[in-house]
């Protein structure tokens, strides 16, 4: 059995907060009070060359205006779809009072690290434009939640989205993109599952772009296993090689951008991840320290990428931590 960490530093709740909101979630999953059925909306927050890129939106039944949770996907940022939103993270939050938004981006590396950034700063741009009308959310009141590359992409709209988020969430995320971990052949088994050739693995990704993986002919996850076998996915999703021009990775870097008005950061990650590496989250923690921003470090011994490994109440644990940082932030 995996054992929780918490570390917080200037936290924006107490922990007589997180035993009450745990309380009140974990008796709602148990007596089974959440929602089986909650609306949904699909919505194309934008269109790019005729590619329609969407949104599903989820909420409670009601007029009255919800702060937004935005989640987005992982996959390394060359798989995964909006449809991947865990469903009792979704449950515990919409039963907190949250318009839940689970988007797409376009998937690289048809698409280049700028533009997914770019549809993830659209995104948000919709909701606070859109979604008062549309979902009736409050466009001033936004948090952003994400797993893995999600986590990545959460991370940057804490220095590249403006008005900033109220706070944000990154579950087993990172803060680096160019990295030995990344920019090095990985030594780890799950990264040698499979073996292709050069053009083999460049076959799964042809076609043009898209936001969606199972749009996809070929296996993402292949030529992924690809990046990581040769050290060469920062290069793969950007177009640039970060040993010759690192500097073009800089402005995606969370990083490297935090600032004093960074907002409120919970980081949730397994201490055994050999997909990406605690230490990401670990750093990512000091450097929010050294700004002074709030932040929350969440950690599973002996867990892996996900938490797997980690016993059957772990992700409930940090999901529960999740909504109960989001709801601080916002207020509720």
Not at 82 to 104: C, M, N, T, W, Y
Not at 137 to 151: F, K, Q, R, T
Not at 254 to 262: A, C, E, I, R
Not at 271 to 279: A, N, S
Request: proline residues 7%.
């Amino acid at each position: 059995m995996s054992r929780s960490t918490r570390v917080s530093i200037n936290s924006v709740a107490s922990r007589r907060d997180v035993v009450r909101v745990a309380g009140m979630l974990a008796a709602g999953v148990a007596s089974g009070c959440l929602p089986d059925r909650i609306p949904v909306g699909t919505h194309a927050y934008k269109t790019v060359g005729g590619l329609a890129i969407r949104a599903d939106v989820y909420r409670r039944v009601g007029d009255e205006v919800l702060p937004a949770a935005v989640w987005i996907h992982g996959g390394a940022l060359i798989m995964g779809s909006r449809q991947s939103v865990p469903r009792k993270l979704k449950e515990l939050l919409i039963r907190a009072g949250f318009v839940v938004a689970s988007i797409d981006y376009r998937l690289a590396p048809n698409t280049k690290l700028p533009s997914i950034l770019e549809d993830v700063e659209d995104a948000l741009a919709w909701i606070r434009s859109q979604g008062p009308e549309l979902f009736r959310a409050d466009p001033e009141c936004i948090v952003v939640l994400g797993a893995s590359a999600g986590g990545y992409l959460t991370l940057a709209t804490g220095h590249r989205v403006e008005p900033r988020p109220a706070a944000l969430v990154s579950f087993w995320g990172y803060a680096d993109l160019i990295g030995p971990w990344y920019s090095t052949p990985s030594p780890h088994a799950r990264h040698h599952r499979t073996a292709m050739s050069r053009e083999e693995a460049l076959s799964q990704v042809s076609g043009p772009p898209i936001s969606n993986s199972g749009d996809r002919k070929g296996d993402g996850g292949a030529f992924y296993q690809h990046c990581r076998q040769h050290g060469i996915w920062p290069r793969e999703i950007s177009g640039w090689d970060p040993r010759e021009t690192p500097e073009k990775f800089e402005p995606y870097m969370p990083l490297n951008n935090v600032t004093s008005d960074y907002p409120p950061t919970l980081l949730v990650h397994g201490e055994d991840d050999t997909d990406v590496p605690y230490e990401q989250s670990v750093q990512m923690a000091e450097r929010l320290r050294e700004h002074g921003v709030p932040h929350e470090l969440l950690s599973f011994d002996g867990a892996e990428h996900g938490l797997a490994g980690a016993g059957s109440g772990a992700l409930l644990e940090a999901y529960t931590e999740a909504v109960r940082f989001a709801g601080a932030a916002v207020g509720n």
